[in-house]
Nanobody
Framework: QVQLVESGGGLVQPGGSLRLSCAASRIMFSIYAMAWYRQAPGKQRELVAHITSGGTTNYADSVKGRFTISRDNAKNTVYLQMNSLKPEDTAVYYC?????????WGQGAQVTVSS
């Protein structure tokens, strides 16, 4: 069974940084597009960042210049480096793997930005 396991969430002060990791197992990781979504309380899940199998990236306008998505195919892992965090970045962050009609989700990692 495919597994995506997120780690690296936590509590951070405004202006701080966190790095999320998502380790994938039981998939041919290198052919999958990977993405990070987030869902804040009372809001819909939204796309934060996306990286294709070839390494092309795109970001939500709200995080451009602050967040960086990257992948290490040798480690079957995708990362989200989050800098200059704001209280409005508080959410549960989900890892997603997608290939044609296949899509898988991680269990989510809580990120809380608060002083």
């Amino acid at each position: 069974q495919v597994q995506l396991v997120e780690s690296g969430g936590g509590l951070v002060q405004p202006g701080g940084s966190l790095r999320l990791s998502c380790a994938a197992s039981r998939i041919m990781f290198s052919i999958y597009a990977m993405a990070w979504y987030r869902q804040a309380p009372g809001k819909q899940r939204e796309l934060v960042a996306h990286i294709t199998s070839g390494g092309t990236t795109n970001y939500a306008d709200s995080v451009k210049g602050r967040f960086t998505i990257s992948r290490d195919n040798a480690k079957n892992t995708v990362y989200l480096q989050m800098n200059s965090l704001k209280p409005e970045d508080t959410a549960v962050y989900y890892c997603n793997a997608g290939y044609i009609n296949y899509a898988y989700w991680g269990q989510g990692a809580q990120v809380t930005v608060s002083s």
